[in-house]
């Protein structure tokens, strides 16, 4: 689900690790180690996580799974809150030019997108790890095949999933009889309603998301987004329907497109100050979450778009010269558990969807699952409609550094 982007950020990575002369192989190398030796060097290690900390909610759940930790394997986990997930890549790529191969600052990292492709492509990750992770056996990797396909990169053990995400938009059934079904319907309901629907700025996860949504949608021919960026003049073509899109629509946002909230908790607290009638998000149980803990008026209900919305799924990360890549991976271990994923998925902890394969459980362990709140506002599955895949990460960083240059004020 949730996940800070990089404007630019993978480009200059490129550019610095070259000029540094940064380009061989991770330093970790293949996990071969059972997992009792893993478990028993563990022991002890204090695990820095380097993950996005601006909603209370999801806070709360990995303060809970530091509590786990320290209970049933000693581990100490610390949440290095971050606001950008660029901020910790540059950490770790300036600790490889300090020549810094060993003892470094980030254990762990919550990533996917354009931050892992980066990291992946630089050399920058320890691993592959996954395969020596007991639960990892555990997940749905037939029918959820973005856990070992990120934004169209492979992830080839370098990450482990821990979350699934699917765009949708909550709404107050108080004031909105019906929803858009489409992005160009997006527009003719803006127009109707002008100044009641806004989206958070890019780079801002969800705001960038809508614009790939809104991409895929308006673009001649989608399959194109699935390859890397070859010419400025492919970008051109491509999203030439995006931009005369969004000029049309921002006149008709809330506060006239001259300004936009800076993500999703305050979009969120838009939509509960009742200054907007829809918002957009990237958990289909996030506005029954924020229902149960007040944050959201009981009116609220979600929806989705008829031909689809974009979906992925959300990992944790080892950089290649984490201090304590033990620790880390007895957390990406635990998170991948079926007692961790239940309790997630909990619309009235955080509400996030699981990796997990249920066929892959026993039944104690099904009966987790089964026993969930769906939550009020939440869709069934099988109303959530298909899935669209993301497209590749140089389109993003294109994109992203257009509407900024269009848009930012």
């Known amino acids: 689900m949730i996940r800070r982007r990089l404007p630019l950020f993978s480009m200059l990575l490129a550019a610095l690790a070259t000029t540094l002369g940064l380009s061989g ?107 020596a992770l007991p639960n990892f056996r555990l997940v749905d990797v037939e029918d959820k095949p973005s856990t070992l396909v990120d934004f169209t990169v492979p992830t080839d053990g370098l990450e482990a999933p821990w979350g699934m995400a699917k765009l949708n938009f909550p709404y107050d059934s108080a004031r909105v009889d019906e929803t858009p079904r489409s992005i160009p319907e997006f527009l003719e309901w803006a127009e109707a309603h002008p100044g ?25 021919d989608r399959a194109f987004l699935q390859q890397p960026v070859e010419s400025d003049a492919q970008v051109e073509q491509f999203t030439r329907p995006l931009w005369e899109y969004l000029d049309k629509l921002h006149p008709n946002l809330w506060r006239g497109g001259e300004t936009f909230p800076s993500g999703g908790p305050a979009q969120r607290q838009l939509l509960d100050d009742g200054e907007v009638d829809i918002t957009i998000s990237f958990n289909p149980a996030e506005a029954s979450s924020a229902i149960a803990n007040k944050l959201l008026p009981e009116t609220v209900r979600t929806f989705v778009l008829d031909k689809g919305t974009i979906g992925n799924t959300h990992f944790v990360a080892i950089p290649f010269n984490a201090n304590a890549a033990e620790g880390a991976m007895v957390v990406a271990n635990f998170l991948m558990s079926p007692k961790a994923q239940a309790v997630k998925q909990n619309p009235e902890a955080w509400g996030d969807p699981t990796v997990l394969a249920m066929t892959k459980l026993t039944a104690g362990e099904r009966h987790l699952f089964e026993t969930l709140p769906l939550g009020v506002a939440t869709l069934p599955p099988d109303e959530l409609g298909p899935t669209l895949l993301e497209p590749h990460p140089s389109w993003m960083t294109r994109i992203e550094a257009e509407w900024q240059k269009r848009y930012a004020r």
């Open 196 to 220: 009641r629907f806004t989206y958070p700025a890019p780079p801002a996860f969800l705001g960038s998301t809508f614009l790939k949504q809104a991409l895929i949608e308006l673009a001649p």
């Open 25 to 131: 192989p991770a330093e970790g190398g293949t996990e071969t180690r059972s997992w009792q030796e893993i478990v028993s060097a563990a022991k002890g290690q204090t695990v820095y996580w380097n993950a996005w900390g601006g909603d209370e909610r999801i806070n709360a759940y990995i303060a809970w799974v530091g509590d786990q930790m320290r209970e049933e394997y000693d581990v100490t986990l610390k949440h290095v809150k971050l606001s950008d997930t660029a901020d910790a890549v540059s950490r770790v790529l300036a600790e490889r030019a300090a020549g810094k191969k060993e003892g470094g600052s980030v254990d762990l990292i919550w990533i996917n997108g354009e931050n892992f492709a980066a990291m992946k492509e630089q050399h920058l990750l320890y691993g592959p790890f996954t395969q």
